[in-house]
């Protein structure tokens, strides 16, 4: 008696040489699938020596950008009296007692250290890196109160020592105390401070200090970064 298998309809997968199967019969996605990897890989072994050196660099490259582009847009605001010392290069030789002093282009300068940071997370790790950085930033590692200890310390303590000096001169004193619309001052300080930080930090916290950490100690890496 002979006896005839069918094989079963719309099942046009065969094996192939060496036991592996075919794209023959695969859904389409999954084709298309295979074709972007594929595609991915080659692109990657197209450019793996300017990947390669942009990775073993990416701090150095950071830093280059980041006091190029930033700084230089400070440098521009200032004019030729910030190269002859003539200059209030960063706003320190005043203290902010008006809403109006607050120079816009400082604050146009904080969204570059987010932009160079994104540029070379892109350039030297891709959507990888991207999302790793994503991922720290959400994930909160210690309880709430200890980010109220390191947001509140510095400041509380800062203005306590300034109430003691202001006992012996009166220039000690805190603008917010001499401040006329003391109100709007400190909102403005405080929305300028939170804009800023958050843009810098996420490059000097998130990005250059995440990456010299893996190569140097906590000591070198905290000197580097300042």
């Given at each position: 008696?002979?006896?005839?298998?069918?094989?079963?309809?719309?099942?046009?997968?065969?094996?192939?040489?060496?036991?592996?199967?075919?794209?023959?019969?695969?859904?389409?996605?999954?084709?298309?699938?295979?074709?972007?990897?594929?595609?991915?890989?080659?692109?990657?072994?197209?450019?793996?020596?300017?990947?390669?050196?942009?990775?073993?660099?990416?701090?150095?490259?950071?830093?280059?950008?980041?006091?190029?582009?930033?700084?230089?847009?400070?440098?521009?605001?200032?004019?030729?009296?910030?190269?002859?010392?003539?200059?209030?290069?960063?706003?320190?030789?005043?203290?902010?007692?008006?809403?109006?002093?607050?120079?816009?282009?400082?604050?146009?300068?904080?969204?570059?250290?987010?932009?160079?940071?994104?540029l070379v997370i892109a350039l030297a790790?891709?959507?990888?890196?991207?999302?790793?950085?994503?991922?720290?930033?959400?994930?909160?590692?210690?309880?709430?109160?200890?980010?109220?200890?390191?947001?509140?310390?510095?400041?509380?303590?800062?203005?306590?020592?300034?109430?003691?000096?202001?006992?012996?001169?009166?220039?000690?004193?805190?603008?917010?105390?001499?401040?006329?619309?003391?109100?709007?001052?400190?909102?403005?300080?405080?929305?300028?401070?939170?804009?800023?930080?958050?843009?810098?930090?996420?490059?000097?916290?998130?990005?250059?200090?995440?990456?010299?950490?893996?190569?140097?100690g906590l000591l070198a890496t905290g000197?580097?970064?300042?």
């Amino acid at each position: 008696t002979m006896t005839v298998t069918a094989r079963a309809p719309g099942n046009s997968r065969s094996p192939a040489k060496g036991g592996q199967a075919t794209d023959v019969g695969l859904p389409f996605s999954h084709a298309e699938s295979r074709e972007q990897l594929q595609a991915a890989a080659v692109e990657t072994m197209q450019h793996p020596s300017a990947r390669a050196f942009i990775r073993r660099h990416v701090v150095l490259i950071f830093y280059v950008l980041v006091f190029t582009l930033a700084w230089g847009l400070i440098l521009i605001n200032a004019g030729p009296g910030a190269f002859l010392g003539t200059t209030d290069l960063l706003g320190t030789d005043a203290e902010l007692t008006s809403a109006a002093e607050v120079d816009p282009f400082m604050m146009a300068g904080a969204p570059i250290y987010l932009l160079v940071t994104i540029l070379v997370i892109a350039l030297a790790f891709g959507r990888t890196g991207l999302r790793d950085l994503r991922s720290r930033l959400l994930r909160w590692r210690v309880d709430v109160r200890w980010y109220a200890v390191a947001l509140l310390t510095a400041p509380l303590l800062s203005t306590a020592i300034l109430f003691a000096l202001s006992l012996t001169s009166d220039a000690y004193l805190p603008g917010i105390v001499t401040a006329e619309d003391k109100a709007t001052l400190l909102v403005t300080g405080l929305v300028a401070g939170l804009f800023a930080g958050f843009f810098e930090e996420i490059a000097w916290t998130g990005f250059a200090t995440h990456e010299l950490s893996k190569r140097h100690g906590l000591l070198a890496t905290g000197l580097i970064v300042g």
